[in-house]
C-alpha cells in the first residue's frame, strides 16, 4: 500500500488539554482530547493560548502519529523541554496584549522539532493564530532534508523548469524532451499521425507515451506520467460508459499495452522505460495500470511488511503484515527477459518509490537517476480504521497534521523511509545535465533517457 483510493480528509474535534508539568499519563489511555464529531472541525473548541495549540498538537502526533520505530526523537523530552517556548509567549503576550509572535520566531520553533522526524509523508500545517495575518506554515521533514541535498540547487532548477511548463507554458517538460528526440530521428512512430502520444487528464495529470528507436531494429517503449491519478479517470470513465472512448485514460493506458505487445510478439522488443521523475505519488491502484501492465498476470510482488497501529497508545502496533500487489490480468505481454528501466529523481515521492523499488526487485529491472525523496510508508486518513493518520482542520485551522497510517518495511530490509531509494545507475542532477535539460528548451538531451537507452542497449 501506499496511498489510498481516495484522500479523504478526516476531521477531528479536539479540545486542548492543559499540562502543567512534564507528562505523566500513560501511553495505554486515549486522549479524551480527541472527540469524534460528524461535521465538527476544531473552529468549535479553537485554542486559545499558543499552549493550549502545542499540547493538541503534542497530543495528536503522540497518539497518532504511526511511525516511531524509525524515529530516534524522544517525545516525551519534546514536551518536557518545548512547551516552555509557547509558555513564554503566552506570558510575554499576556503582559503585553500588543506584543505578536513572529512568524520567523514561531516556525523556527517548530521546523526545528519537526526537521527531526524521519517519514517524509509527514507535514504539519500550523497557523500562527494570534496574529493579526493568522499565516499558515507548512513543515514538512522530507521537504527540509530534501533542501540539504548537495545537489538541491540543481535539482531545484529542474523543479522551476517544469512548474513553468505547466504553468506558463501550459504543456510539460517531457513534450519538449520527446519533441527533442523526434528531431534527431529516434523516435519510432506510435500512429499514422503521431510520433509521441499525449493524455490531458481533467483533473489536472499529464503522461506522455512514446516509442524510442534502439540498436539492431529494436523498439524502446517509453512512458511518463505526473501523478498516479489514472484509477480515478477509469472509474470515473467506467460509470460514464467511456471507457476506451478516443482520448480517455482507458484508451491510453491500452495503446500503452498494445505498443509493448506489438513488439514484443515481433521479437523487436529491446525493453521498456517507466520514468516517474517529478511524479509525487497518488492512487496504489495504479500499480496495476502502469508496471502491473508489463509483469505476469496472478502474480503476487511482496515488497515488504506493514505495521499499523492497534488502539489508541504511542507504541500500540499491530503484527507485522506482508504488503505488496497482486498483477490484473490485461492480457499483457509480459516482459520478462527485456530490461524494464525506471528513472527517477528528488522528486520522485510515495506511488513512485514503490515502483521504483519494485523494479530493483525484478530480475530485469534497473533503476537510472536521482536518490528518490524518501516517502514510503502508507497513507488513507481513516482514523476509525487504523487509530494513526492526519488529524486537524486543513481548512480553517489551527493546525492540520498529514500523516502516515502504516509504517512499511522494505523486504530486503534496506532503509528508503527519509532516505529514499538509490538508483543502481545513480546520475544525480549536476549542472551539466540540467543545462542540457532546460537551457534549450527546442533541442535537450536527456542524461537519464541517453543512459536506459544505453543500457538496455548493451543489454541486446
Given at each position: 500500500?501506499?496511498?489510498?483510493?481516495?484522500?479523504?480528509?478526516?476531521f477531528?474535534?479536539?479540545?486542548?488539554?492543559?499540562?502543567?508539568?512534564?507528562?505523566?499519563?500513560?501511553?495505554?489511555?486515549?486522549?479524551?482530547?480527541?472527540?469524534?464529531?460528524?461535521?465538527?472541525?476544531?473552529?468549535?473548541?479553537?485554542?486559545?493560548?499558543?499552549?493550549?495549540?502545542?499540547d493538541?498538537?503534542?497530543?495528536?502526533?503522540?497518539q497518532?502519529?504511526?511511525?516511531?520505530?524509525?524515529?530516534?526523537?524522544?517525545?516525551?523530552?519534546?514536551?518536557?523541554?518545548?512547551?516552555?517556548?509557547?509558555?513564554?509567549?503566552?506570558?510575554?503576550?499576556?503582559a503585553?496584549?500588543?506584543?505578536?509572535?513572529?512568524?520567523?520566531?514561531?516556525?523556527?520553533?517548530?521546523?526545528?522539532?519537526?526537521?527531526?522526524?524521519?517519514?517524509?509523508?509527514?507535514?504539519?500545517?500550523?497557523?500562527?493564530?494570534?496574529t493579526?495575518?493568522?499565516?499558515?506554515?507548512?513543515?514538512s521533514?522530507?521537504?527540509?532534508?530534501?533542501?540539504?541535498?548537495?545537489?538541491?540547487?540543481?535539482?531545484?532548477?529542474?523543479?522551476?523548469?517544469?512548474?513553468?511548463?505547466?504553468k506558463?507554458?501550459?504543456?510539460?517538460?517531457?513534450?519538449?524532451?520527446?519533441?527533442?528526440?523526434?528531431?534527431?530521428?529516434?523516435?519510432?512512430?506510435?500512429?499514422?499521425?503521431?510520433?509521441?502520444?499525449?493524455?490531458?487528464?481533467s483533473?489536472?495529470?499529464?503522461?506522455?507515451?512514446?516509442?524510442?528507436r534502439?540498436?539492431?531494429?529494436?523498439?524502446?517503449?517509453?512512458?511518463?506520467?505526473?501523478?498516479?491519478?489514472?484509477?480515478?479517470?477509469?472509474?470515473e470513465?467506467k460509470?460514464?460508459?467511456?471507457?476506451?472512448?478516443?482520448?480517455?485514460?482507458?484508451?491510453?493506458?491500452?495503446?500503452?499495452?498494445?505498443v509493448?505487445?506489438?513488439?514484443?510478439?515481433?521479437?523487436?522488443?529491446?525493453?521498456?522505460?517507466?520514468?516517474?521523475?517529478?511524479?509525487?505519488?497518488?492512487?496504489?491502484?495504479?500499480?496495476?495500470?502502469?508496471?502491473?501492465?508489463?509483469?505476469?498476470?496472478?502474480?503476487?510482488?511482496?515488497?515488504?511488511?506493514t505495521?499499523?497501529?492497534?488502539?489508541?497508545?504511542?507504541?500500540?502496533?499491530?503484527?507485522?503484515?506482508?504488503?505488496?500487489?497482486?498483477?490484473?490480468?490485461?492480457?499483457?505481454?509480459?516482459?520478462?527477459?527485456?530490461?524494464?528501466?525506471?528513472?527517477?529523481?528528488?522528486?520522485?515521492?510515495?506511488?513512485?518509490?514503490?515502483?521504483?523499488?519494485?523494479?530493483?526487485?525484478?530480475?530485469?529491472?534497473?533503476?537510472?537517476?536521482?536518490?528518490?525523496?524518501?516517502?514510503?510508508?502508507?497513507?488513507?486518513?481513516?482514523?476509525?480504521r487504523?487509530?494513526?493518520?492526519?488529524?486537524?482542520?486543513?481548512?480553517?485551522?489551527?493546525?492540520?497534521?498529514?500523516?502516515?497510517c502504516?509504517?512499511?518495511?522494505?523486504?530486503?530490509?534496506?532503509?528508503?523511509?527519509?532516505l529514499?531509494?538509490?538508483?543502481?545507475?545513480?546520475?544525480?542532477?549536476d549542472?551539466?545535465?540540467?543545462?542540457?535539460?532546460?537551457?534549450?528548451?527546442?533541442?535537450?538531451?536527456?542524461?537519464?533517457?541517453?543512459?536506459?537507452?544505453?543500457?538496455?542497449?548493451?543489454?541486446?
Amino acid at each position: 500500500m501506499l496511498i489510498m483510493k481516495k484522500h479523504i480528509l478526516f476531521f477531528l474535534a479536539m479540545t486542548a488539554v492543559a499540562l502543567s508539568s512534564c507528562r505523566q499519563d500513560a501511553d495505554d489511555l486515549e486522549s479524551q482530547m480527541f472527540i469524534q464529531s460528524d461535521g465538527t472541525s476544531l473552529t468549535s473548541c479553537l485554542p486559545h493560548t499558543y499552549t493550549e495549540q502545542f499540547d493538541v498538537l503534542w497530543n495528536g502526533v503522540n497518539q497518532n502519529y504511526v511511525a516511531w520505530q524509525i524515529e530516534d526523537l524522544d517525545w516525551d523530552e519534546v514536551y518536557c523541554t518545548k512547551r516552555s517556548v509557547p509558555m513564554a509567549w503566552d506570558a510575554r503576550l499576556k503582559a503585553n496584549p500588543k506584543d505578536t509572535v513572529s512568524d520567523d520566531e514561531y516556525q523556527k520553533f517548530y521546523e526545528e522539532i519537526f526537521s527531526q522526524f524521519h517519514d517524509h509523508h509527514f507535514i504539519a500545517y500550523l497557523w500562527n493564530f494570534r496574529t493579526e495575518q493568522n499565516k499558515r506554515f507548512m513543515i514538512s521533514p522530507g521537504l527540509i532534508h530534501y533542501s540539504q541535498r548537495s545537489n538541491y540547487a540543481e535539482s531545484k532548477r529542474v523543479d522551476m523548469m517544469r512548474d513553468k511548463c505547466k504553468k506558463e507554458y501550459k504543456t510539460s517538460l517531457w513534450n519538449y524532451t520527446l519533441a527533442s528526440l523526434n528531431k534527431r530521428g529516434q523516435l519510432a512512430p506510435i500512429t499514422d499521425e503521431d510520433s509521441y502520444i499525449v493524455f490531458k487528464s481533467s483533473n489536472g495529470y499529464s503522461a506522455e507515451l512514446a516509442v524510442i528507436r534502439a540498436a539492431d531494429d529494436k523498439y524502446v517503449p517509453y512512458l511518463h506520467w505526473s501523478d498516479f491519478s489514472f484509477s480515478e479517470d477509469l472509474r470515473e470513465e467506467k460509470e460514464n460508459g467511456t471507457l476506451y472512448a478516443e482520448g480517455t485514460a482507458s484508451q491510453f493506458l491500452q495503446t500503452f499495452g498494445d505498443v509493448v505487445r506489438k513488439y514484443g510478439e515481433a521479437g523487436q522488443l529491446g525493453g521498456v522505460i517507466l520514468d516517474v521523475r517529478g511524479n509525487h505519488g497518488g492512487d496504489e491502484g495504479d500499480y496495476a495500470h502502469l508496471l502491473g501492465r508489463l509483469l505476469e498476470p496472478g502474480t503476487s510482488i511482496i515488497l515488504g511488511n506493514t505495521v499499523q497501529k492497534n488502539g489508541v497508545g504511542r507504541l500500540d502496533y499491530g503484527p507485522s503484515t506482508p504488503f505488496g500487489f497482486r498483477i490484473s490480468d490485461y492480457n499483457q505481454y509480459v516482459v520478462t527477459k527485456e530490461p524494464i528501466v525506471v528513472l527517477c529523481d528528488g522528486q520522485s515521492i510515495s506511488m513512485s518509490e514503490i515502483t521504483t523499488y519494485s523494479a530493483k526487485l525484478l530480475p530485469n529491472g534497473h533503476v537510472i537517476g536521482d536518490r528518490t525523496f524518501g516517502g514510503f510508508n502508507a497513507l488513507d486518513m481513516q482514523y476509525d480504521r487504523t487509530y494513526a493518520g492526519s488529524f486537524g482542520d486543513f481548512a480553517k485551522g489551527p493546525l492540520f497534521v498529514y500523516a502516515p497510517c502504516c509504517l512499511s518495511t522494505p523486504i530486503d530490509g534496506t532503509k528508503i523511509e527519509s532516505l529514499g531509494v538509490m538508483p543502481d545507475e545513480f546520475m544525480p542532477y549536476d549542472k551539466k545535465i540540467v543545462d542540457d535539460m532546460i537551457n534549450d528548451l527546442d533541442n535537450i538531451t536527456d542524461a537519464h533517457i541517453e543512459a536506459a537507452i544505453k543500457y538496455i542497449q548493451g543489454k541486446k
